[in-house]
């Protein structure tokens, strides 16, 4: 059963940075594509990134291209994403999926943008 | 990309069967058989429930189906249940190579 873990998020200020992680175990980590979905509070799901296998390529939502980037380290079997140029808006519940027939998603970390 | 189509809310009683519509474009659920559904209890993190239109990971009851026709997808569940009262959400792959969620169903079990 796959088992995803996220970390690393917190309160930071308009126009701050900060790297979230996601560690996964149960699961063939470097054969699957990995994503990361954000949540508002009080809000609906929302794409923000995602990556395939050996970190090759690499496709982000319109609001946060240009400030964010994915990455991932296979022999660590850690996701990364690191957030620049922080918003308000991008005040969510971060969350690291998996999808398909191994799927799964993380428990999500807290970010807080805010003076 | 615009959000996928869900309806607000949906309701039914235990025992009965419920349908979640999603509808999209020719650019995302029309395009591909990658529309995925999953379920979130309140507080809880998003659980999958079906993948690739009509796939169920393991572990989700068979109460729980998928489709698709054209633009718009479906989630069935049949005999419902009162754990099945929570918001689901469907996703699909676009043409832009990205995803794109729906707003969301809460489903009441009266």
């Known amino acids: 059963e796959v088992q995803l873990v996220e970390s690393g998020g917190g309160l930071v200020q308009p126009g701050g940075s900060l790297r979230l992680a996601c560690a996964a175990s149960g699961l063939t980590h470097s054969n699957y594509w990995m994503n990361w979905v954000r949540q508002a509070p009080e809000k609906g799901l929302v794409w923000v990134s995602r990556?395939?296998?050996?970190?090759?390529?690499?496709n982000y939502a319109d609001s946060v291209k240009g400030r964010f980037t994915i990455s991932r380290d296979n022999a660590k079997n850690t996701l990364y994403l690191q957030m620049n140029s922080l918003r308000a808006e991008d005040t969510a519940v971060y969350y690291c999926a998996v999808w398909g027939a191994s799927g799964g998603w993380g428990q999500g970390t807290l970010v807080t943008v805010s003076s | 990309q615009s959000a996928l189509t869900q309806p607000a809310s949906v309701s039914g009683s235990p025992g009965q069967s419920i349908i979640i519509s999603c509808t999209g474009t020719?650019?995302?659920?029309?395009?591909?058989?990658?529309v995925s559904w999953c379920q979130q209890h309140p507080g809880k993190a998003p659980k999958p429930m079906i993948y690739e239109v009509s796939n169920r990971p393991s572990g989700v009851p068979d109460r729980f189906s998928g489709s698709k026709s054209g633009n718009t997808a479906s989630l069935t569940i049949s005999g419902l249940q009162a754990e099945d009262e929570a918001d689901y959400y469907c996703?699909?792959?676009?043409?832009?190579?990205?995803?794109?969620f729906g707003g969301g169903t809460k489903l009441t079990v009266l």
């Open positions: 996703s699909s792959y676009t043409t832009s190579h990205t995803w794109v």
């Open positions: 990556i395939n296998s050996d970190g090759s390529i690499t």
């Open positions: 020719s650019s995302d659920i029309g395009a591909y058989n990658y």
